[in-house]
């Protein structure tokens, strides 16, 4: 059946990557739907329509609280197969020119349930690439300040070392001691000669 070829695909696609946007299209022109449709493809995002009943069948599995009550209805998951936050400024982009007829009800990102204000900030970051960047820029500035300062710390140290060394007197040469002269042998007594007897 075709209903449950959809209902095994989302299964499929939200259990390799569970990110999707849940909106409201149902008074969008089928011409803007399809407008929509081609925006979404340029991000590597698709939308399918669901009703209430298969929605609730594809995510029940996903055990996230409040999720199955953004299903009400007849709704559009946005599933983002890219870079989320693109993905989400594309749809709250789309969503301010057609207003009357669409609404952005919120998402599921990486297990987190996000509604429609948490949407909208998403939507406001950049993209992964220069949000990394940037953190990156953030943690590098402080440790090429603490690099440098060691590095001048031990340029000093190396240069102090030196100066200490010049202003130490060189330390005479240990004396050798001079080679002990003999002492002279004692003599032997000579015996007194006796008196020639007259």
């Known amino acids: 059946m075709v209903k449950e070829s959809i209902v095994d695909e989302l299964s499929t696609a939200l259990s ?19 407008v929509f449709r081609r925006k979404l493809s340029t991000s590597q995002a698709r939308l399918i329509m669901i009703n209430r009943r298969l929605g ?18 007849s709704v559009g998951l946005v599933l983002a197969g ?10 709250v982009e789309f969503r301010k020119a057609h207003a009357e007829g669409m609404a ?12 429609t204000p948490a949407v909208e900030t998403l939507a406001s970051l950049p993209p992964k690439p220069m949000l990394l960047a940037q953190v990156v820029a953030t943690i590098e500035s402080p440790i090429a300040e603490v690099i440098f300062t060691v590095e001048r710390l031990i340029g000093d140290l190396a240069w102090l070392v030196e100066q200490a060394a010049a202003k130490i007197p060189a330390e005479p040469a240990p004396a050798v001691p001079a080679p002990a002269e003999a002492a002279p042998s004692p003599q032997t007594p000579t015996p007194p000669q006796e008196e020639e007897k007259t």
């Open 16 to 34: 390799k990557q569970p990110n999707f946007f849940v909106t409201s299209i149902n008074r969008l022109p089928a011409s803007e739907a399809d």
């Open 56 to 73: 609730q069948r594809v995510v029940g599995p996903l055990h996230i609280a409040g999720l199955q009550e953004l299903l009400e209805g």
């Open 82 to 91: 890219g870079d989320v936050p693109p993905i989400a400024k594309l749809i």
């Open 104 to 115: 952005v009800r919120g998402a599921l990102i990486d297990g987190a349930l996000l509604d």
